[in-house]
Nanobody, 120 residues
Framework: QVQLVESGGGLVQAGGSLNLSCAASGSAFRIDSMGWYHQAPGKQRELVASITSAGPTNYADSVKGRFTISRDNAKNTVYLRMDSLKPEDTGAYYC??????????????WGQGTQVTVSS
């Protein structure tokens, strides 16, 4: 199994910034990619940004130019820098990892989520 622990959510005014981090732990695992998903109240969980172990990134159109994802492979940690936050960014942010445990096929692992609230 792979455990993901997020930190860094909170309350911020519109236009402000927050940093999220997510650390993966476990045994005999290898992470292929990590990412962040956003779930607004009453809506489905949606991809915000992802990054592969080799470095390529992918962003949702709604956050391009405002959010930056980065990763420390040595620490199995992914970060999300969120700038110019908007009220519509409010919601739970979930860390995701696509990882292989031992010789098993890759599967998704999820963190418990961290709340971000942006006030107008």
């Amino acid at each position: 199994q792979v455990q993901l622990v997020e930190s860094g959510g909170g309350l911020v005014q519109a236009g402000g910034s927050l940093n999220l981090s997510c650390a993966a732990s476990g045994s005999a695992f290898r992470i292929d990619s990590m990412g962040w998903y956003h779930q607004a109240p009453g809506k489905q969980r949606e991809l915000v940004a992802s990054i592969t172990s080799a470095g390529p990134t992918n962003y949702a159109d709604s956050v391009k130019g405002r959010f930056t994802i980065s990763r420390d492979n040595a620490k199995n940690t992914v970060y999300l820098r969120m700038d110019s936050l908007k009220p519509e960014d409010t919601g739970a942010y979930y860390c995701n990892a696509v990882a292989r445990v031992g010789v098993m096929i890759p599967r998704n692992f999820w963190g418990q989520g961290t709340q971000v609230t942006v006030s107008s």
